[in-house]
């Protein structure tokens, strides 16, 4: 405990600098911005910003890009309240009860508890990532390869467990990960160093750059499905022109009373299902908001505006962005999309994820935890706040004609500056148009994504493990740990499937009921 | 055009393990001397959830129950995807020849029309002013961005 106080003191002296403060608030208002703009979100921001961090300090890239996450994670909940579109799926359980309170007149209310409520899930997430990281990254040094693959593993079913409302979700979700997977296949062989799927093109043979692959898939993708919705939006916009009540010190202090359980039990729950690879903010928002309602004695007010509703969810997202990097800075594997585009920030500047991360830069990694801490602070009162009050304004006079072309632009010098390479504009291209056509027959590109980053990670390690056990799969059975994850693993599918089963009979259920619903 | 999500992915996908056991992998994989048992490995596992997708495409129709629906795609929707794609592929070429700022500012120009914007007076400050600013910025930041006559003419001024 005291070693990491010391290391805090240490971190926070080498890193509370105005031009690190600066470059975590920049990246927050852009995470604002991207969050609040439907089709956008704090990860395509950060995918963005990541060839742009590649001439600043670590401290100042790796801060900025933090900012922007948490930044687009509480702003998704900025147009669900105004507008009922929910700007980043963590913001889909927001919308249930924000937008009725909005609907009201208390459109002030309804953004400022979703604002501070960020704000405490985020803060108490930070928390939990200072105190236990350093004590997990040492037992995480023992960690062998058929754990991390095991982990790995986990972390994939994981994701595809929690994803869609039916059973041929859960299948998409196995697809879009073994795409995923034979996509990370291309280019060297991680032990032999030979080609694979090369195509004879050597810009091909250090495989398809992560960046490229992260901004085609998440940003190129989004907007080539807005060519078609910029329309819809501005419709939709036009008609949200309503009055405004105030909101008064004393309904803020009411509001507090009513909501700090559910405050304080949603953050530690986000910050454990964040903890846990592969979850990701939008199942957890979901989670705490269930939470919050089975806890709550009188439920009657829940999708008709409960403040409730909104502090429950927005404090579970938020939550979730630092603890994502739990496993991160620990083993080396990201919890989240989000936290994989943060560990490609990472080693963009020469610092590898993973257990020897905390040991090898103390102070960078405690420095922005102290960052971390102060961003959610901060990007609240000087960013988040003002937005607010020009928020309506913006976004009913923004001209999404003009704002999506712009995008395109940013993705192409984006991957352009990664390589200096146009061929990786042409690669955009491809990429991107094979995540718009999966989006479009409803497979995850979220979940295709994380297998690409977690691929090279599980070949790598896999192979390591059966090269150490002269090619015998009982390594994976013999470790403790392995096996564990392993029928983690198998029992997290087959609950995953019972839960599709008996979702797709009570809606059976319903419909025999009520046959005009 | 109605597109059956379940039963295009389907063709797609088993078309595309088909080609890649039998053309990918021997071609790409074996012959430039890498071990080809993890993309076999995939391949395989990419078969058996194919066969298992089908299966449970099946059990649903029997049932009545909910499948992933159809995509709907009207041609102009095509056609305005396909022209942006285009218009990216043909901008990412010209970049090499032409340099950042003239084949950005046409493509902007095109983009935005193609998303509906009809304000020339929009269009023009978002071709002229948007490029000029990215260029500064990436110029600041120490980034090379493509040169073309247009950027050499720059360099030559004597503000940086």
Same mark, same amino acid.
């Given at each position: 405990?005291?070693?990491?106080l010391?290391n805090?003191?240490?971190?926070?002296?080498y890193?509370?600098?105005?031009?690190?403060?600066?470059?975590?608030?920049l990246?927050?208002?852009?995470?604002?911005?991207?969050?609040?703009?439907?089709?956008?979100m704090?990860?395509?921001? /950060?995918a963005?910003? #990541?060839?742009?961090?590649?001439t600043? %300090?670590?401290l100042?890239?790796?801060?900025? /890009?933090?900012?922007?996450?948490?930044?687009?994670?509480?702003?998704?909940?900025?147009?669900?309240?105004?507008?009922?579109?929910?700007?980043?799926?963590?913001?889909?359980?927001?919308?249930?009860?924000?937008y009725?309170?909005?609907?009201?007149?208390?459109?002030?209310?309804?953004?400022?508890?979703?604002?501070?409520a960020?704000?405490?899930?985020?803060?108490?997430?930070?928390?939990? #990532?200072?105190f236990?990281?350093p004590?997990?990254?040492?037992v995480?040094?023992?960690?062998?390869p058929?754990?991390?693959?095991?982990?790995? !593993?986990?972390?994939?079913?994981?994701?595809?467990g929690?994803?869609?409302?039916? =059973?041929l979700?859960?299948?998409?979700?196995?697809?879009?990960v073994?795409?995923?997977?034979?996509l990370?296949?291309a280019?060297?062989?991680p032990?032999?160093?030979?080609?694979r799927?090369?195509f004879?093109?050597?810009? !091909?043979d250090?495989?398809i750059?992560?960046v490229?692959?992260?901004?085609?898939?998440?940003?190129?993708?989004?907007i080539?499905?807005?060519?078609?919705?910029?329309?819809?939006?501005?419709? =939709?916009?036009?008609?949200?022109?309503?009055?405004?009540?105030?909101?008064?010190?004393g309904q803020?202090l009411?509001?507090?009373?009513?909501c700090?359980k559910d405050?304080?039990?949603?953050?530690?729950?986000?910050?454990?299902?964040?903890?846990?690879?592969?979850?990701?903010?939008?199942?957890?928002?979901?989670?705490?908001?269930?939470?919050?309602? =089975?806890?709550?004695?009188?439920?009657?007010?829940?999708g008709?505006?409960?403040?409730r509703?909104i502090?429950?969810?927005?404090?579970?997202?938020n939550?979730?962005?630092?603890?994502s990097?739990?496993?991160?800075?620990?083993l080396?594997?990201?919890?989240?999309?989000?936290?994989?585009v943060?560990?490609?920030?990472f080693?963009?500047?020469?610092?590898?994820?993973?257990?020897?991360? /905390?040991?090898?830069?103390?102070?960078?990694?405690?420095?922005l935890f102290? #960052?971390?801490v102060?961003?959610?602070?901060?990007?609240?009162?000087?960013?988040?706040?003002?937005?607010i009050?020009?928020v309506?304004?913006?976004?009913?006079?923004?001209?999404?004609?003009?704002?999506?072309p712009?995008?395109i632009?940013?993705c192409?010098? +984006?991957?352009y500056?990664?390589?200096?390479?146009?061929? %990786?504009?042409?690669? !955009?291209?491809?990429?991107?148009?094979?995540?718009?056509? #999966?989006?479009?027959?409803?497979?995850?590109?979220s979940?295709?994504?994380?297998?690409?980053?977690?691929?090279?990670?599980?070949? =790598?390690?896999?192979?390591?493990?059966l090269? /150490?056990?002269? +090619?015998?799969f009982?390594?994976?059975?013999?470790?403790?740990?392995?096996?564990?994850?392993?029928?983690?693993?198998?029992?997290?599918?087959?609950?995953?499937?019972?839960q599709?089963i008996?979702?797709?009979r009570g809606?059976?259920?319903?419909?025999?009921l009520d046959?005009?619903? | 055009?109605?597109?059956?999500?379940?039963i295009?992915s389907l063709?797609?996908?088993?078309?595309?393990?088909?080609?890649?056991? @039998?053309?990918?992998?021997?071609?790409?994989?074996?012959?430039?001397?890498?071990?080809?048992?993890?993309?076999?490995?995939?391949?395989?596992?990419l078969?058996?959830?194919?066969v298992?997708?089908?299966l449970?495409?099946l059990?649903c129709?029997?049932?009545?129950?909910?499948?992933?629906?159809? @995509?709907?795609?009207?041609?102009s929707?095509?056609?305005?995807?396909?022209?942006l794609?285009t218009?990216?592929?043909? @901008?990412?070429?010209a970049l090499?020849?032409?340099?950042?700022?003239?084949p950005?500012a046409?493509f902007?120009l095109?983009?935005?029309?193609?998303?509906?914007e009809?304000?020339? @007076?929009?269009?023009?400050?978002?071709?002229?002013?948007?490029?000029?600013a990215?260029?500064?910025?990436?110029?600041?930041l120490?980034s090379a961005?493509?040169?073309?006559?247009?950027?050499?003419?720059?360099?030559?001024l004597?503000?940086?």
């Amino acid at each position: 405990m005291l070693d990491i106080l010391a290391n805090l003191r240490d971190g926070a002296l080498y890193a509370v600098t105005w031009t690190n403060i600066l470059g975590s608030l920049l990246g927050y208002a852009i995470g604002v911005i991207c969050g609040a703009v439907p089709g956008l979100m704090g990860v395509t921001g /950060m995918a963005l910003l #990541l060839p742009f961090t590649f001439t600043m %300090s670590p401290l100042f890239a790796i801060a900025a /890009m933090m900012g922007c996450y948490k930044g687009g994670c509480y702003a998704g909940s900025i147009t669900a309240t105004l507008f009922n579109i929910p700007g980043t799926p963590e913001a889909a359980a927001t919308v249930l009860d924000a937008y009725p309170l909005a609907q009201r007149g208390e459109q002030k209310r309804a953004l400022e508890l979703a604002l501070w409520a960020s704000v405490i899930g985020g803060t108490i997430s930070n928390c939990l #990532l200072i105190f236990t990281a350093p004590p997990l990254a040492r037992v995480a040094v023992r960690i062998g390869p058929a754990e991390t693959a095991g982990l790995v !593993l986990f972390s994939l079913t994981a994701v595809i467990g929690l994803m869609g409302t039916s =059973r041929l979700a859960i299948w998409k979700g196995f697809l879009s990960v073994i795409m995923g997977l034979m996509l990370a296949s291309a280019g060297l062989d991680p032990i032999l160093s030979t080609r694979r799927y090369a195509f004879s093109l050597t810009e !091909l043979d250090s495989g398809i750059p992560f960046v490229v692959a992260v901004i085609a898939m998440l940003a190129f993708t989004e907007i080539l499905e807005q060519v078609n919705r910029t329309r819809e939006l501005a419709v =939709r916009r036009e008609g949200e022109r309503r009055r405004s009540l105030p909101y008064s010190w004393g309904q803020r202090l009411a509001d507090v009373r009513l909501c700090w359980k559910d405050l304080i039990r949603s953050s530690l729950l986000g910050s454990f299902l964040g903890a846990l690879p592969g979850i990701g903010a939008a199942p957890a928002a979901f989670v705490c908001y269930g939470e919050a309602r =089975r806890a709550a004695g009188d439920k009657t007010l829940f999708g008709k505006g409960d403040p409730r509703g909104i502090a429950a969810p927005e404090s579970g997202n938020n939550a979730v962005a630092a603890s994502s990097l739990i496993p991160l800075v620990t083993l080396g594997i990201p919890g989240s999309v989000a936290a994989a585009v943060l560990g490609g920030a990472f080693m963009v500047q020469g610092m590898i994820p993973g257990p020897m991360l /905390m040991h090898d830069h103390p102070q960078v990694i405690y420095g922005l935890f102290v #960052l971390f801490v102060l961003t959610d602070i901060l990007g609240a009162f000087l960013v988040a706040l003002p937005f607010i009050a020009l928020v309506r304004t913006l976004f009913v006079n923004m001209n999404y004609n003009l704002l999506f072309p712009l995008v395109i632009v940013f993705c192409g010098i +984006g991957v352009y500056t990664e390589e200096y390479s146009l061929f %990786s504009i042409h690669l !955009l291209v491809v990429l991107g148009t094979l995540g718009f056509v #999966l989006t479009k027959l409803g497979f995850s590109v979220s979940a295709l994504v994380l297998a690409f980053i977690l691929g090279p990670v599980l070949e =790598r390690e896999t192979r390591t493990a059966l090269l /150490m056990s002269n +090619g015998s799969f009982g390594i994976f059975l013999t470790s403790p740990i392995a096996c564990t994850l392993l029928v983690l693993s198998v029992l997290l599918f087959v609950w995953a499937i019972r839960q599709k089963i008996k979702a797709e009979r009570g809606e059976k259920a319903s419909l025999l009921l009520d046959p005009e619903e | 055009m109605l597109i059956r999500k379940d039963i295009v992915s389907l063709v797609l996908l088993a078309l595309f393990a088909a080609v890649n056991g @039998w053309v990918l992998i021997p071609s790409q994989v074996i012959a430039e001397g890498s071990d080809a048992t993890y993309p076999r490995l995939l391949n395989g596992a990419l078969v058996v959830l194919l066969v298992l997708y089908a299966l449970e495409i099946l059990r649903c129709r029997k049932a009545g129950g909910r499948t992933s629906g159809v @995509w709907r795609l009207t041609f102009s929707e095509l056609g305005r995807i396909a022209g942006l794609l285009t218009g990216i592929w043909i @901008w990412g070429t010209a970049l090499e020849a032409c340099g950042f700022l003239l084949p950005t500012a046409l493509f902007l120009l095109l983009t935005a029309s193609l998303y509906g914007e009809r304000s020339p @007076w929009k269009l023009l400050v978002l071709a002229g002013a948007s490029p000029l600013a990215l260029y500064a910025v990436f110029t600041l930041l120490g980034s090379a961005l493509p040169r073309g006559p247009l950027e050499q003419f720059f360099s030559l001024l004597p503000v940086r």
